[in-house]
């Protein structure tokens, strides 16, 4: 029996999954990057199968990038001849996965506790998971009275909400328009920059728009 071990990302793993590669992307919200142990006794069958998340982003508020050495308990594997290694990931492409397929290993048959570790990922929201046509914008905002759109973008959710009887309704939007300029009242998605943040793409829109009844 193999009490368990420690495990770490890799520097490789570690830079390419919170600043992305010329292979793989920059981990976001719903990414996931997993290390399955499988476990076989003499005949060659399966003992058990423990799963360990080297990195978890599923839960914004619980997301984590391991950067520190973690125990993997394996005393549910229970008497082991052999132990298979698979890494798996959502970045995924033509020729497999695109995520660098490494970990680092200590102390194999340690005895120790499993403790996941704290949140440590804050998920900016840069509109870039939102998708919009070349220099379009995209409007959630709604006439209807008490009710709300909205959409996510990193740990971040943008509701819009319209209350007419108090004359008023008010949107979250999002655009990728490049002109800086105001000469009509399309142009109200533009920014007095031009675009992104640092050359990004797009960029979030809010607005208050007051009106009188007859």
Not at 93 to 113: K, S
Not at 132 to 155: K, L, N, Q, Y
Not at 166 to 193: H, I, K, M
Request: proline letters at 1%; glycine letters at 10%; a negative charge.
């Amino acid at each position: 029996m193999v009490p368990g071990f420690y495990v770490t990302n890799s520097s490789y793993a570690y830079n390419s999954l919170t600043g992305g590669d010329s292979f793989a992307k920059k981990f976001g919200k719903g990414d996931w990057f997993l290390l399955t142990i499988t476990g076989y006794d003499v005949n060659e069958e399966v003992t058990g199968t423990k799963e360990f998340y080297l990195a978890d982003l599923r839960d914004a508020e619980k997301a984590y990038i391991i950067n520190d050495w973690r125990y993997v308990d394996l005393s549910g594997l229970g008497k082991v001849k052999k132990i298979k290694f698979e890494l798996s990931s959502t970045d995924n492409g033509d020729y497999g996965m695109n995520t660098p397929a490494y970990f680092c290993f200590d102390n194999f048959g340690a005895e120790g506790t499993e403790v996941l570790p704290d949140a440590n990922v804050f998920m900016t929201a840069d509109f870039e998971n939102l998708e919009i046509g070349a220099e379009g914008h995209m409007s959630v905002s709604t006439e209807d009275d008490d009710e709300r759109t909205e959409f996510t973008s990193g740990s971040f959710t943008f509701a819009s909400g319209c209350m007419s009887s108090w004359e008023y309704w008010y949107f979250f939007g999002y655009a990728n328009r490049t002109s800086s300029a105001f000469e009509s009242l399309d142009d109200q998605w533009n920014n007095v920059v031009g675009g992104g943040y640092d050359g990004s793409s797009n960029y979030g829109v809010r607005s208050l728009l007051c009106y009188r009844q007859a």
